[in-house]
């Protein structure tokens, strides 16, 4: 079942949604719906990938070359 949740935007960013709105003929919640349905994928990877990053830095990861990833997974010449 759908979730409602609230957002705050600034002045102008309403303003733009509601002539969205009135100009499509579509409601604000679907603009909003799209938006964030179109652009969360990217969002995720950009965080996760920070996230991994800093895993990284902080030396609580480690990563594995193209040759030694081949050969755990039995693809090796």
């Not at 652009?39 to 609580?60: F, I, P, S, T, V």
């Amino acid at each position: 079942m759908p979730k409602q949740t609230a957002v705050r935007l600034p002045d102008e960013t309403y303003q733009r949604l509601q002539e969205l709105a009135k100009r499509t003929g579509r409601s604000a919640t679907y603009s909003i719906r799209e938006a964030i349905e179109e652009h969360l994928d990217d969002l995720e990877d950009a965080y996760l990938g920070e996230l991994a990053l800093e895993q990284l830095r902080l030396g609580k990861d480690s990563t594995m070359s193209l040759e030694e990833v081949e050969r755990d997974l039995g693809l090796a010449d």
